[in-house]
Structure formats: C-alpha cells, structure tokens
C-alpha cells in the first residue's frame, strides 16, 4: 500500500490505546458495544504484556 508508514507499537503506545478504549467504554450506553470495545481494550493490554516481557 504506498504511502504508508509503519509505527512499531511499543507496550507505552499499546497501553495508551487501551486507555482510550477503556475511556471510551466508560461513556459508552450500549452494553454490547460497551463490553466488545473492553475486549479490544484487554488485547492491547495482552500486547503490552508480552512487549514488556520481551523486552526484559
């Protein structure tokens, strides 16, 4: 796909996405979209994880 760039995700940038996620879950009054954005917020908690652990 040209003109893209990559950005390596780092386990600071997967936690603040899953911040986010979980701010946006918060204000959220749907309750199914409400937990489907949660689970998207623990994978990025999961990918941080394992970041971590790689890194040490």
Not at 12 to 26: D, K, Q, W
Not at 27 to 55: C, F, Q
Request: proline share 0%; glycine share 4%.
């Amino acid at each position: 796909m040209a003109g893209e760039t990559f950005t390596a995700v780092t386990a600071e940038v997967a936690l603040g996405a899953a911040a986010r996620l979980l701010r946006n879950a918060e204000l959220e009054t749907n309750l199914a979209l409400m937990e489907r954005i949660e689970a998207l917020a623990d994978s990025w908690v999961s990918i941080a994880r394992l970041l971590i652990e790689r890194d040490s």
